[in-house]
């Protein structure tokens, strides 16, 4: 164990060879009774030594796959979550670049707890932070009808981030962190929330970076829920909200897993004020950005719909085409009836999937070529025997360090690919160039190819597979119409 003096008091946390961990440290109060659905408050301060040797609470949350992953996750479930894991190289001697790690999960599950950053934190002597936000009808339910305290509800989880990044502008320096150089970073709905951030003004001047691994856009508003919901339970809208603020956070949550009651992340215009290409192009946040998708998103999240049929692609097309720049959907179903004529259920969806993660990916980077922020597009293609191939999140091993973790094979997070020598040289590549932009806001200076900067006439993407290489205009014509970009070129 190790104990460090901080501005907040003593912490006390585990000691490991070249780096230590706090756990669970609270950056806001427990949004509990009269606080759930309100925006976090500064937590409580403590007196004498806090312990952060433990794993924090996780959001209520169904559990991951078991297909998907192996081992079990730390931490109990509760609406009790406002906290952060911070992995530092050391506590003191001089101020490190800290990365802020935002995890996925559809923002319905996943956790700070999900894996150890440890590895890459130790190797690039960087800070890295991984926070817990509301998730589901706790986080994202807009309630702004029931009066101004409920303005932005529908934001909350993006809220928790925003006072999870202030506490670090607070009180990294403490734990060996640079508060003036921030990252924020995430995979799948992390990477949603990466650039979800960059459209929110209250997020000003807390990062100064971003990281976005497989991006999903959120929707450009949020539906109505509270009045079917409320008609269901026979009850009104009112006295429905009523209901639902006197149910435990066990019931509540038994009643979003039964399907009872939804939420959906979408720009609100009160935290997030517009979707991530237009705050890019209106400089809400205009900060350097790497992003990019896997070859094979969709072939991992095919499976849990297919057995929905033509039905079921028509409702994920239905709810997804406004975020991939398809409109109605029936452009894209043009799209690909012209990709893969006469393809299968499995091959059309996994290809819906890939455009779902690709097109927010292409239009960013097409933003911040319109107002000169430097981007960088990346192409995750690494061959493995899995079944699933290069899938969604595949590429998270190769991007912090994890094949270093001797426990990666029975810890939480699946590896898909096998750990040999040629996945470590190219985990080495990546996470070197992920590191050198924490540092400087470019990725270039090692030994992988010159990785240009996104422009829109050449579209260049660094693709990964058992070597790195530059491509330019990876996507076709009708995939860039079908995203919703007027200055399509093949």
Not at 28 to 46: G, I, N, T
Not at 445 to 472: C, E, H, K, S
């Amino acid at each position: 164990m190790v104990t460090i003096n901080t501005r907040l008091g003593q912490v006390r946390g585990i000691d490991r060879p070249g780096s230590m961990s706090f756990l669970g440290l609270p950056y806001a109060a427990p949004p509990v009774d009269e606080r759930r659905w309100l925006p976090p408050a500064p937590a409580s301060p403590w007196s004498g030594v806090f312990d952060a040797t433990q794993h924090p609470n996780r959001s209520f949350q169904l559990p991951f796959p078991q297909s998907l992953r192996r081992g079990d996750i730390p931490g109990a479930m509760s609406e009790d979550m406002l906290y952060l894991n911070v992995h530092t190289p050391a506590a003191a001697g001089k101020r490190r670049p800290v990365q802020v790690y935002i995890h996925g999960g559809g923002f319905t599950v996943g956790s700070a707890n999900d894996f150890d950053p440890t590895p890459f934190a130790r190797k690039h002597d960087v800070v890295m932070v991984a926070i817990n936000y509301r998730l589901g009808s706790y986080g994202f339910l807009d309630l702004s009808r029931f009066g101004p305290d409920y303005v932005g509800s529908g934001s909350l989880g993006f809220q928790d981030q925003i006072a999870a990044l202030r506490w670090v502008a607070e009180n990294i320096a403490d734990y060996g962190g640079d508060p003036d150089n921030v990252t924020i970073s995430g995979v799948s709905a992390g990477a949603g929330s990466v650039i979800a951030l960059m459209g929110a003004p209250s997020a000003k001047g807390l990062f100064h970076k971003a990281i976005a691994f497989s991006p999903g856009e959120i929707a450009p508003s949020a539906p109505d829920f509270i009045t079917p919901f409320a008609a269901a339970f026979g009850m009104s809208e009112v006295g429905f909200f009523d209901h639902l603020r006197g149910l435990s956070g066990e019931d509540l949550f038994k009643l979003q897993s039964e399907g009872s009651m939804a939420a959906v992340t979408a720009v609100d215009g009160t935290v997030v004020v517009s979707p991530c290409h237009d705050a890019i192009r209106n400089r809400v946040n205009p900060v350097p950005l790497i992003i990019g998708a896997c070859i094979d998103e969709g072939t991992m999240l095919t499976p849990a719909v297919e057995e929905a049929g033509l039905e079921g692609l028509a409702q994920i097309l239905a709810g997804i085409a406004v975020t991939i720049g398809a409109g109605n959907g029936d452009r894209y179903m043009r799209f690909l009836d012209t990709l893969i004529p006469g393809g299968s259920l499995r091959e059309r969806m996994t290809r819906l999937w890939y455009d779902y993660f690709r097109s927010p990916t292409v239009r960013a980077a097409d933003a911040c070529a319109a107002i000169g922020m430097p981007a960088w597009v990346y192409s995750f293609e690494v061959p493995t025997e899995h079944q699933y191939g290069p899938t969604h999140a595949s590429d998270m091993p190769f991007s912090f360090n994890l094949f270093d973790d001797e426990e990666v094979e029975e810890g939480a997070m699946l590896a898909f690919h096998p750990n040999n020598a040629v996945n470590r040289r190219l985990m080495d590549l990546w996470t070197d160039c992920f590191a050198r932009f924490m540092r400087t806001g470019d990725p270039n200076g090692g030994d992988l190819p010159n990785w240009p900067i996104y422009a829109a006439d050449t579209r260049p993407t660094m693709v990964l597979r058992d070597r790195a290489f530059v491509v330019g205009n990876l996507d076709s014509e009708a995939a860039l119409l079908a995203y919703g970009l007027g200055h399509a070129r093949g």
